[in-house]
């Protein structure tokens, strides 16, 4: 019962984090970064002077200046009338003091209007076929439509999220007649025009020898259930070099990446966190599985906030081979070098960390966020060994080319 009270109240506190605390899961230890590579302890400082600091400036008040790049126009305010301008007291004509500015943000309407395009068709006396320039690239003749709107209309659906029924609504306040059936069609039509762009950043990312993959759900309406939701994916793949390229799948099964995998013939390295089922996809001994600590570092963070403090040592481990990553990263270490740092200080402590859930895992409290930690992210011994093997210097990692090439 004591076991059971305790675990609900880890969970409504848990639920209450989630509600309303920050979500970063950064951590900072009180531990100095001298002891990462077990050094002595430096001799004690002799005690500074205290400095008088001087006071910090009056924080100005008001509005924030409005942004510099934004265009500006200078609008002259009329003066007042003369006789306005005549003193009370002396009788005199004032005279001109200062010049008072104030700025202040304004707004023009977007503005739709009708671009008229000619070309000369040039025929025969013979009935031969007609001579004329092709329309350029950015119109769409039978839409009678500026790729301009197009991308207006890309924007507002899909990045800002708008219905096109709104859409519409948003239109014929401005005087335009754009119908939801006509949106509809004018994205078929932008999606058949980026299609080599899409399929290029595919290959370019399969290509590569080096993919990231991580799954982020999404609430789809379902067809066969009116007003009811059901959870598809979008499989997001990231190139070492910086594209990303997003597969949609109607569920979060990692069947649909092992048949894309396959059927792209991937030969390279597949990094992903410690979902189940990723482990073994992609075509047999051709992929390299990478694991991600900071997956396993998570349960571990929220268990310390869960006041578990066995948690503490976990986190600054994992924080110690980050900071060894780090280092390597701003030296500019080259990757046999990197190895050999690995090799020194990230093995050992790595070890440290799993005889460590080997023995926590024997009195941890079930179903929690630490043992969690302890039993799921570590006993799987191809699990925890995703995340070793970027570390282990006898297991060279070269990456291969796929079909694709680059």
Partial sequence: MRQLNRLLALKIEKLERQLW????????????QQTLFAEPEPAPAPEPKPVRTPRPSAIPRGPKPLDPSLPRTTIRVADPELKELICPESGKLMQPGWLEKIEVLARKPAEYYVKVYERTVFTSPLKTAPVYSPWPMDVLPRSRTHASVVAFLACAHFADHQPYHRIERHLERVGVDLPRNCQVSLMRQLDERMEPLVRQLQQEVLGGGYI????????????????????ATLWAYRSKSGPVWFDYQPNKSPKGPDLLLREADYHGILQT?????????????????????AHLRRPYFEALKGHELRAERYLRG???????????????LSAEKRQKLRAKHSLPLF??????????????????????GCITSWPSRSRWSAVLRYRNPNSRITARKTRFGR
Avoid at 276 to 282: Q, V, Y
Avoid at 318 to 332: M, T, V
């Fill in 21 to 32: 605390s920050p979500k970063s899961e950064r951590y900072t230890p009180d531990e100095k």
């Fill in 212 to 231: 990231q993959l991580d799954a982020t759900p999404i609430d789809l309406a379902d067809p066969q259930r009116p007003g009811r939701l059901r959870e």
């Fill in 273 to 293: 966190d410690g979902a189940s089922g990723l482990g073994g996809i992609g075509p047999p001994g051709q992929v390299t599985h990478l694991g991600c600590l």
């Fill in 318 to 332: 994992i924080n110690r081979l980050f900071q060894i990553d780090r280092l390597a990263k701003h030296f500019g």
């Fill in 351 to 372: 070890g440290q960390l799993v005889a460590w859930a080997n023995e926590d895992k024997q009195t941890a409290t079930p179903k929690t966020d630490f043992t969690t």
